[in-house]
């Protein structure tokens, strides 16, 4: 079994001499300017994106959202919560003058209606706008947390004319797509990528069926962009194009309208045009699935099989995605930010506490492990 695994990831590995390494590398010696877009509608909203938009989340450098708006990409996502409120400073400089041929979407964690309503002045007061196309409700993980009061906060917030449609941003998409549906809500922002199990592609499918714009997020499964010393392995993955591999695979749903990677330097933009055109190969399956052999114990799939596992009560998928944001995407402070934000009593909870870990992972993650690394690292 081991050598038969060893030789199925060594046949991924070897695809760039079959013509992956090839593909991309035509693709990149386009100038960016000349690299051919695609355009999706999101929904019922009329809103003509690029199939791969902009998500700002963890940008700090304004020129790569400046050079990406002139290049043609028209859609950028931000929210109240990135940086301290600075991500959507840098964005709303970026985009300044550019607005009305921009599509812009922001985010609240507010949990009352008042509180979202006051938080969407200052999210429009800090980008220097008079709306934003798209204000989702941000990580929504069960339907009672897409309440009535903060749907008729977006409602008061469309009839202001502060926002032209309202959304929900989701990690567990298939519990709250059918209260999506209830609310008659206009676009759902959710997790999706090659790791994902059927119930997500299910969520998008009824969500569309309902006439609900899909956005996708968290495309590239950890973007693994960064490299460890001595990982070598994870060095050939970037090497060979398994992020550009992910982004493919994901704009190979038509249903999903619009996706939103994170993009920090001018490299990462270039790589992510190319996925516009580019079609998903049995190549790309192949270093796929080596790929997710790479990050198998490490990365979180966001299935939620175990949601309420932990006899101490911890929220363990939220805790590697803290985790995540640090390991793979350079963000130590956004994870650590997340991290305290847990009850006192919830980030005061060691596992090294326990003598064995109830919680067992059915995708490899070694749980026991990384949740020691976020509590060690973060607290």
Known sequence: MRASRRSFLAAG??????????????LRSATPAAAPLSYRTIGKTGMK????????????????????????????DTARGYQDGNNERMVGAALKGKRKNLF??????APTRQAALEELDTSLKTLGFDYVDIWYLHGKGKPGEISDELIEAQETARKQGKIRFAGVSTHIAPAIVDRMIETKRDVMLMSYNFTMDQANTDAIDKAKAAGIGVVAMKVMAGGKRRIKPGDKLAGIFQRDGAMLSALKWVLKNPKVDATIPSMTDMDQLDDNLTAMTASFTDADGKLLAGYLDHIRPSYCRMCFQCDGTCPKGLPVADMLRFLMYADDYGQFGLGREHFLALPEQTAAIRCGDCSSCAVNCPNGVRVTERLIRAQELFA
Do not use: W
């Not at 079959?18 to 035509?26: H, K, N």
């Not at 450098?61 to 950028?76: K, L, M, P, T, W």
């Not at 812009?104 to 964690?109: A, G, I, N, P, Q």
């Open 13 to 26: 590995l070897a695809v760039p001499a079959a013509g992956l390494s090839t593909t991309t590398s035509t």
């Open 49 to 76: 994106v690029t199939s791969v938009a902009f998500g700002c989340m963890i940008t700090s450098d304004q020129s790569v959202v400046e050079r990406a708006a002139d290049i043609g990409i028209n859609y950028f």
């Open 104 to 109: 812009v979407s922001t985010k609240t964690h």
